[in-house]
C-alpha cells in the first residue's frame, strides 16, 4: 500500500528555516507529481507548491516563491520543501501529496495519496 510520511517540523524563530521530508513506500512516485499543501488553524488547506514527475519542474503558489523551494531525490523517494525566512504566518500543518493524473495540480481533489503531517510552528 502506497504511503507518504512527513518529517521535519517543528518550532523555529522568525526568520529561520527549516526542511521538511516527504517519503513515499509501496510506490515509485517519482514520475508524477508531488505536491505540499498546508492548513493554518481555522482555515482552509491551500497549495504551497510542487514538483512535476520526470521533468523535476517546480510551480508554487505566490507567498512562498523566493522563500520557500521544492526538490527530489528520486534514489530515495523523497521530496523535500525548503522554507526559508519564516513568518509566524507560515505556521500550519504541512502535508506532502502526490497526483498520479494531473500534470501541475494545484487543488486538493487533484491529489490521490496524502501524508499525516508534520506541525510547523513559527514564533514572532
Known amino acids: 500500500q502506497a504511503q507518504l510520511v512527513e518529517s521535519g517540523g517543528g518550532l523555529v524563530q522568525a526568520g529561520g528555516s527549516l526542511r521538511l521530508s516527504c517519503a513515499a513506500s509501496?510506490?515509485?512516485?517519482?514520475?508524477?507529481?508531488q505536491g505540499w499543501f498546508r492548513q493554518a488553524p481555522g482555515q482552509e488547506r491551500e497549495f504551497v507548491g510542487g514538483?512535476?514527475?520526470?521533468?523535476?519542474?517546480?510551480y508554487a503558489a505566490d507567498f512562498v516563491k523566493g522563500r520557500f523551494t521544492i526538490s527530489r531525490d528520486n534514489a530515495k523517494n523523497t521530496v523535500y520543501l525548503q522554507m526559508n525566512s519564516l513568518k509566524p504566518e507560515d505556521t500550519a500543518v504541512y502535508y506532502c501529496?502526490?497526483?498520479?493524473?494531473?500534470?501541475?495540480?494545484?487543488?486538493?481533489?487533484?491529489?490521490?495519496?496524502w501524508g499525516q503531517g508534520t506541525q510547523v510552528t513559527v514564533s514572532s
Open positions: 501529496a502526490a497526483a498520479t493524473r494531473w500534470l501541475a495540480p494545484t487543488e486538493e481533489y487533484q491529489y490521490e495519496y
Open positions: 514538483i512535476i514527475g520526470n521533468s523535476g519542474a517546480t
Open positions: 509501496g510506490r515509485t512516485f517519482s514520475t508524477y507529481t
